[in-house]
Structures are given as structure tokens and as C-alpha cells.
């Protein structure tokens, strides 16, 4: 058996089945098989083309031979040749093909397919060198942010959309620009000198938060979380963290991840459907990961720097994290922080929250108002959480009739299948 043959079966799996497998695959291990195609044939965008050429190989051939044991490094490897023949059939016989097949040489071992090619404890990652380079200063803010998603996250550009409250047109432009800016640059693929670190980190801290956020609640699909998404994006920030120790934003995101990612296990039941917050079992957050949560947040406080909106964040977490029920939440203090973070970094999303959080410390009505001018304002017309907030305050103060419709249209806007269900049920309880 060579290294790119899969392991036979008796019987191949349904078109289907392998279908998902590769959608499956494809989620989880684009960043890592991207990142390592960079530093291989030196491009990022012939990368990107290279990884989806061993897709839609892996789409043709798997149907009739069945899913490899380690498709990973299946599509690894298959990019990787098809790199090969593209040099030879360029006749660039240079360093690059003779390094490329003596790394191919030493993966191959009669019977066995090779190993992932990363090791996702090292400190010289992969994927850490490529969220920097994304983030390189020959892009813009919103392109370094865009590209980076779509990367390393492996998210579409409709969830890049949904997560940045942008068309779906202008994403997609960000990205095709990004990467013809980072081509025609030669931007090469290594972590910057550390004195060029600050110009990219406040790019590369942006990118690692939507990554979790889009783990912690999925914009799109019939799962409501991507906790692989989100882990990730704790893991790198764990390693940017030893990297930039004395840098306070890093360890107030790590804390915010790490506090964050402990409510994981009650987020949702045992059939996938959501918990909230006010039903979950707090038994079942790890405590691990919220001690590992406010020692970060404690080596951010410990810089003296003050907080920053990461770690801001991190400090309402934290709220939830030591409180033995809502009821015992320190609502007040929680409050108190979404101003100071309101302040620091204005936004409608962050009004929303606050004002979540002021109708459990002084009750509904004391929130509507502000819920009242985010309609109005129209900048969150179409996020459904605005709509799902005003559905439950007006629920609280017993406008059924209004938080029904309020639920319905939350509904009509998420694209997730399992928070629609949950919606549509609340617009139900309403009748």
C-alpha cells in the first residue's frame, strides 16, 4: 500500500457519507494542512489552491475507496505532489522540489500512511505563523481580519459575514484583495522579529476572539457549537501568550477563552440542543479551566497596565464563572464593566449586552429603553440576538403578543438550526 492509498474496505461508503466526512475533515484541519503547504511551497494563495485541489481529489476518489485512516495527511500529501508536478511541469528544478521530495521519502513507510506533518504542541506552530502573516501590515485591519477567518477557521465567507456584521459580497472582495496584496508582497512565511510584534497583535488578537466566538455559537449549521474552533483558538492564544508574556490584552483574552470555554460541558443536552445560561448545571463547568481563567487574568492585572476590552470581558466571565447561580450573579458589577468596556470600545453589540445585564441587576423594564434605541438605530436590523433580548425582556413584562413576533423574527435571521428550534419554541410559549 503507498502513502496516498486508503485503507480498503469491503464495502465504500455512500456518496453521502463521504461527503461528510470531507466537510468534516475540511473544518478541522484546513488551517494545519494550509499553513503547512505555506511554508512548503513558499505561497499563500497557491497553498490555499493546492489544499483544494487534494479536496476535490479526496470528493472523487474516496466514494469508490473508502476514507483513509488519517485524511489529514491523505490531503497533505496529495497537495504536496500535485505541488511537485507543478514545478516539473514548470521546470523549476530548484531547491524547493529536491527539499519537497526528501521530506515525501522520509514520511513514506511501506504499509502505513504518514503522520500529520505538525506538531500541535510545539511552540514553532504552523498555524500561529500563519494567523501573522494573515495579519501582516501590508493589509488592512478589516482584509487581515477576513483573510485570517477564512484560513485559519476555516469559516465561509457568509459566517466571516455574519460574524463581523458585513454583506457577504464585501467579504468576499476583502479576501481575493488580501491575497494578491500578500502575493505581491512576498510576504514571507515566519513569525515577524518580536520588535515587529505590537503592529500585529491587536490584528491577531481580533482573529483568534472571532475564531472562538464562532466555536462558541455556531453562525451557521445544525450544531450550535464548533468547540474544535474554539479550543484552537485557545490554544493559540496560549502559545502567543509565552511568546509575548508581558503583553496584559493577551492574557486577558487566554482568561477570557479559558473562563468562557469552561461552561462547554452544560452548553448543551444530551440530543445537541442549547442550554442557556439560567439552566445550565453549573457542576459540570470545569473548574480547571476556570481556575486556569483567572490566573490568566490575574497575570494581565499584574502587569499594572489596566484592562483592556479583552480583559474587561474577562472580568464578567469571571462574574458568571464564581457565582453558584444567576440569582447570586453580581449583576451590579457586571454592569459596572460593560460601561467601562462600552467606553473603551464603543459598539451596538456591546450596549446590547449591557443592557442584558442591567435588566438582571435592576429588571426588564429599566432595559427596554435601550433595546428601544438599538432598534431604532437600525445597525443591528439584522442580528437576531437583538431581536431574541427584545423577545424576552417583553416576554418578562408580560407583552406576549410583542415578544412572540420579537422571537419570530430572531428566528427568520439566525442561520443556525439548533438556536431557530429554540427560538421558534419561545415564540410558541408566548401564545
Known sequence: MTDTEPERRPHPPDRESVRRSVAAVWRIEAGRIIATLTRTVGDFGAAEDLAQEALADALAQWPHSGVPRNPAAWLTTVAKRRAVDGWRRQQRYDERLAALARELATERTEGHEPELPWDPDAIDDDLLRLVFISCHPVLSRPAQVALTLRVIGGLSSAEIARACLLPVATVQQRIVRAKKTLAAAKAPFELPPRAQFEQRLSAV???????????????TGSEWMRPELSREALRLGRILAGLVPREPEVHGL????????????ARVDAHGDPVL?????????????????????????????????????????????VAASVTDTDWELIVLLYDALGRLHPSPVVEL?????????????????II????????????HLLHATHGELLARVGRRDQARTAFQTAAQLTENQRERTLLLRKASAQN
Open 353 to 369: 449586552n449591557r443592557a442584558v445585564a442591567l435588566s438582571m441587576a435592576r429588571g426588564p423594564a429599566a432595559a427596554l429603553s
Open 372 to 383: 428601544d434605541d438599538l432598534i431604532a438605530d437600525g445597525r443591528l436590523a439584522d442580528y
Open 254 to 265: 487566554v482568561a477570557l477563552m479559558e473562563l468562557t470555554a469552561a461552561r462547554f460541558p
Open 205 to 219: 488578537l481580533a482573529v483568534l476572539y472571532l475564531m472562538f466566538n464562532e466555536g462558541h455559537t455556531a453562525a
Open 277 to 321: 445560561l439560567a439552566d445550565q448545571d453549573r457542576r459540570r463547568w470545569d473548574r480547571g479551566a476556570i481556575a486556569r481563567g483567572r490566573a490568566a487574568l490575574a497575570r494581565c492585572d499584574g502587569l499594572g497596565r489596566g484592562r483592556g476590552p479583552y480583559a474587561l470581558q474577562a472580568g464578567i466571565a469571571e462574574c458568571h464563572a
